[in-house]
């Protein structure tokens, strides 16, 4: 109790307060550009830290961590382009509740829900901390491998009108992602002997090129004059605040992706764009209006946003309680613990139990910051649409090239952020979706390093997949999910 | 006239060094951040900037080991304006066969850091020691799966090097870097790890994890009773480093202050408790020495690597 | 029509992976090697291929066919073409200059009055080359 109160008054100082605002606001610009990620913003800010007393420091890390990965979701339901990985699945339900006029709206869930999944992922580092972690590490090759199936599965959902269109650019993405050094012996693969191509293909690039890029060409192609006024005031319509009934509404969702984002957030290695996806998908089945899904729906925004955000928490709850990183920011932030003296692991939560609380309480507190912060950002930025069209098409374009040059400061990066933007409006043109391809490109390495992984492991022996309890329940899983997407999509 | 002359070109000479650096630096990172190397690398930036009175911003360009970023380093313009951070991979990636230059290709400025590989397993395995350990893999050839942290990585020919070393077979299970591996080793996916104290140390404070040998010429500060592999007359040593660069070509004035400078920066007690407490050795050559180590790294992987991998 | 491009394309896609993965080897005794995974999506890839291609003639057999939308080629073509220059003459030149042109080229494609698209394209390069450049130090030239 002694230690609550002392983690809770390091917290709640003036000048911790005041960092995580700092943090919040800082976040929120970096998360918002397409390409600048959260680990990005960290990793910069990180050596400021150096100079600040720990509960400063570490208050303005929390505040741009969580501030970041929610406001990646702003540009993803403005601009079709998702400001950072976490928030591909935000771009399905938000660009379109956009196109509908309702860009206030879905911004404002954006912040609802990104702070409730916030919270409870805090929640549940609190309340079941240890049991996760120790399921987190039941996850050897072969679990990860069906994790990435099951994922994969959702491709049937996000492959639009035809199914064998949809795999098909699934496939395509996959393709795209084996290209470089092969995971397990290191052998070239497709690199046409350039050396930047031996890290493969950069994730990021392709996802602003198809996405950003590709929307942007693909409007100036097709958009009439007619169609751009209309789009003018529709961009000036909506409220931002979501009715408390609205709220109400959506919480069977969120509370369901919520507990997905945790424990995939808990995964070392899988992250918060994984679980914004898996979330979308499975949250469809306790969905109030299920079929909205994909063409605006208000729950599916919330379940992706919630899910997102969700994760933080279960990635804190591994890397607190064992020391272990589950993703490149959580790797910053052990950094971070051990430069003020912290070993994360399971002593630092008998030790130091008072900096563990005052971790937990930063956490609820950016999220009630950005909360706060979110809600007056979302407005203005709303602002933005109601800008002429040519010169928003302009700015997609310039922030979605110079952003993805940033993330390497490679000029090849750029080379793909145009390739794939012009891939990205010739695949609108023929109507392939582009979701299953971005779905691939992340799902695809996981699945393949971990199958070969794992049938080192078994020496060969490919039953490992099926005799592993959470290996075989999550194939089942990816048999029924893509059954249930194929009947619905029989049925419409 | 002559003599005022020479004199004023001199004084003119003088203050022009004087004035450098009179523009902020740009510091290469080879590695994403938030791993070893970038957190190396922004610490000692950020105390080298207070001492230099220039800005010192750090870029990180990622790719092949870190073949691009050394490419672009060794391509820039030798104006002291540009440089950057060097790893063990240096050394390496022309018998990967990713690149086509090696240390000789640099002026190196000094080494900072080597982190010993280290064979660690779980607490509640039956090895005690690493004798314990060797006996058991001597007599089950090809049954003990060691993960490293890819293919072709620095831990990767650490467990090449321990297998040979033993004269035995281990299962090489490369991962996505060493957190990964780690993990797997906690949950018991796998045996053993081959990668440095630092990546261990909270499993094995916290009673999950043994460190049974490190890999280098002296024991590690940070686990001072783990004996090294050489004091029970296995000779392999494998350890990753760090360093500074810069691009071939420097004015030796420029490069003089710059050595000062980060050597400041090296010695000051921040850098060295950041130093201690990521488990790293502190280990400082200046730029003639570092190069020398660096070049006999070179010819080691040179030979090591095309007959381990197969390449 | 869309269908049977598409399927087209993809077949020769997987053509090409069949070539590039027979390179690289299979693998030893159920174990995958690095051409495994590529010759798989080959084979996935000719399938589903031929399934849509199949498809596509069926449905223009039935006259079912969706056209492609129709739209303002020029424009676009022009656009496009505009921004794979900028990306080729990345690094030479000034920052500032190239992004201000190629943002001003898209403006005034795009039917923006030339003064408004001269005041929007020197704000927005402005912004970009300060915040990328001077906040985030991002190595522009």
Redesign the interface.
Known sequence: MQQFIQGMSQALEPQAILYLFVGTVSGLVIGTLPGLTATMAIAILTPLTFWLSPNEGLAMLVGVWNSAIFSGGISAILINTPGTPASIASTFDGYSLTRKGLAGLALGINVVFSAVGGILGILALILVGFPLARFALSFGPAEYFSLAIFGLSTMVAVSGKSIIKGMLAGFLGFSISIIGLDPIFGSERFTFGRMELLSGVSFIPVMIGLFGVGEVFYQIYAFTHSEITSEKTVGQLGRVVPTFKEIKGMMPVSLFSSVIGIIIGAIPGAGADIAGLVAWDQSRRIAKKPDEYGKGSLEGLAASTTANNACLGGALTTMMSLGIPGDAVTAVLIGAFIMYGVQPGPIMFRDRADFVYMIVILMVLANIAFLSVGFLASKILTKFLSLSQSFIWTTIIILSLVGAYAINNSPFDLFIVFVAGTLGFVLRLIDVPLGPIVLALILGPMAEANMRRALILSRGSAFVFFTRPISLVLLILSVVSILGSLIRKKKT | MKRFLVGFLVIMVVMLFAAYPDKPI?FIIQA????AS??VS??I??IAQEILKVPI?????????G??AM?RLQTSKPDGYTMGYVPVELSMVKA????DFGPEDFDLLMRIMVIPAAVTVRADSQWKTIQDFIDYVKSHPGTV?VGNS???SIWHIAALSLEKAIGTKL?H????GA??A???L?????TAVTVSPTEV???V??GQLRILAVMSEERSPLFPQVPTLKELGYDVTVAAWGGLALPKGIDPQIYKILAEAFKKAYDSE?FQK?LS??GMTPAYLDGENFKAFAVSQFNMFMELIPKA?GK | MADLIFSLTTLCFSIYLFVGSSKLPKGVSNIPGPGFFPNLLAWVILFLSCALLLNGVWKIIKRKGQRIIRGRWKRTLLIIIGTFVYVLLWGKGNFFINTWLLLLFIQLTTKSKWYYALIGSTILSLSVYLLFGKIFHVMLF
């Open positions: 740009t994403a951040p938030g791993g970038d957190m922004r610490t930036t950020s911003t750090c870029t990180n360009i990622t790719g092949a080991s073949a691009i490419k990967l066969g990713f690149a799966t890819g293919p072709g299962v299970v490369p991962f996505d957190a990964p780690v993990a797997a906690m949950g018991g996916h796998i140390k909270s499993g404070e916290s921040a950041f407490d990521r991998l």
